[in-house]
C-alpha cells in the first residue's frame, strides 16, 4: 500500500534538489526528481512550477527545506536573494506549502535511514533516545538538533552555524583576524563550508607571502591555483588529497580541524549522547581526512568534557538526499 504523493525540496545557495515522493512499504522512494540551478531562476515558486508541470502525477503537498530561518511561515534565505512564505507559496502552487528550515529537514530525514546510509567515523556507546545533533557544510553551515519526545526524535533548527568564532591557538587567532578585517563579524558559517575552506586557503597563502617577503624564501611547490577553478573549493580538495599542494594539504587538514572543534562544541550544547550525523556535500568527499586524528583531536579536545565526548558516536551520513526524505515526511503531515 503506498500514500500519496508529495513534493520536497531540498534549496540550496548553489542547487536546488526537488523530488516527488510517495511511501511504500514504510519506506520513502523518489518516484521523479530534478536537480536545478538555484540563481537561474527568479524565486521559488517558478522554479516549482517548472518541475511540478513535468510530473506524473499531482503532489497533494508540498514541503521546501529552506537555507535561513523560518519564523511565522516565512523565510529571507540565506546565500540566495529569495524572500518565501507559505501562504504565498500555496496560492502559486494550488497545493498546501510547508516551509521549514533546510537542516532541520535533514534532521528529520536521520529517522528514516538506515544502517547503510551511515558511515562510522568516530566510535561511542549511543542513547537510542538520546539528543542528536547534525551538522552540515555546505555552501553554508547548518546545525539543528534531534530531541526525544517520548515518542519519536524530534527535530529542532537552529542558526548555530552563525554563531561567533572562537579560534583555539595563535594560527587560528590569526585566522579569525584575517576574517575579521574582511567580513567584520567572523561566524563558524566562515570557516566550515565551501566558501570557508576557500577563506582558510586564502589566509594560508597570505601568510605565505608575508612568509617569502620576510626571509625570500618560499616554502613548498604547488600545482594550479585553484581560485581559478570554477568550483574552488572542490579544486582545493581534489589537490589536498592527490598530494599535489602543501597549501591545499594544509588548509584542508585546519578546515577538518575547525569541523571536529565546532562539532565538538554543538555535541556539548546539546548534550547530544544519541550522536553526532555529518551531513553535507563536503565531509563525504574528505572521508579520509575526517578518519585522521585531526577531527577525533578537535572534536574531543574540550578538557573535562573529553569523557563525555569519547562517548559520543559521530557518523557521516551518505544519502545525499536526507533533506528530502525529510521534506517528504513534513509535506505528508500536511497532506493529512
Known sequence: MSSAPVLAGDVGGTTTRLALC???????????????????????????????????????????????????????????????????????????????NDLEAAASGVACLGGEDLAPILPGQGEPQGTRAVLAAGTGLGEAALVWDGHRHFPL??????????????????????????????????????????????????????????????????????????????????????????????????????????????????KATGGVYLAGGIAPRVRKRLDGPAFRRAFTGKGRMRPLLESIPVHLIREERVALLGAACRAAEAAL
Open 157 to 270: 533548527a537552529s542558526e548555530g552555524g552563525h554563531a561567533t568564532f572562537a579560534p583555539v591557538g595563535e594560527e587560528q587567532a590569526r585566522l579569525q583576524r584575517h576574517l575579521e578585517r574582511r567580513f567584520g563579524h567572523v561566524s563558524w558559517e566562515r570557516v566550515v563550508s565551501g566558501p570557508g575552506l576557500v577563506n582558510i586557503y586564502e589566509f594560508l597563502r597570505h601568510e605565505r607571502v608575508a612568509s617569502f617577503v620576510g626571509s625570500g624564501e618560499m616554502h613548498g611547490k604547488d600545482g594550479p591555483d585553484p581560485l581559478q577553478d570554477p568550483d574552488p573549493p572542490a579544486a582545493i580538495s581534489r589537490a589536498a588529497l592527490a598530494g599535489r599542494s602543501p597549501l591545499c594539504d594544509r588548509a584542508l587538514d585546519l578546515w577538518v580541524e575547525l569541523l571536529g572543534a565546532e562539532a565538538g562544541n554543538l555535541a556539548l550544547k546539546l
Open 22 to 100: 510517495r511511501q511504500r512499504g514504510g519506506r520513502w522512494r523518489v518516484e521523479a526528481s530534478r536537480d536545478l540551478p538555484s540563481r537561474d531562476h527568479a524565486g521559488l515558486a517558478a522554479l516549482a512550477r517548472s518541475f511540478m508541470d513535468s510530473l506524473p502525477a499531482s503532489p497533494q503537498a508540498v514541503c521546501f527545506g529552506v537555507p535561513g530561518p523560518v519564523v511565522a511561515g516565512r523565510c529571507r534565505t540565506t546565500n540566495l536573494p529569495w524572500e518565501v512564505d507559505e501562504a504565498g507559496l500555496t496560492a502559486a502552487l494550488g497545493v498546501p506549502v510547508r516551509l521549514m
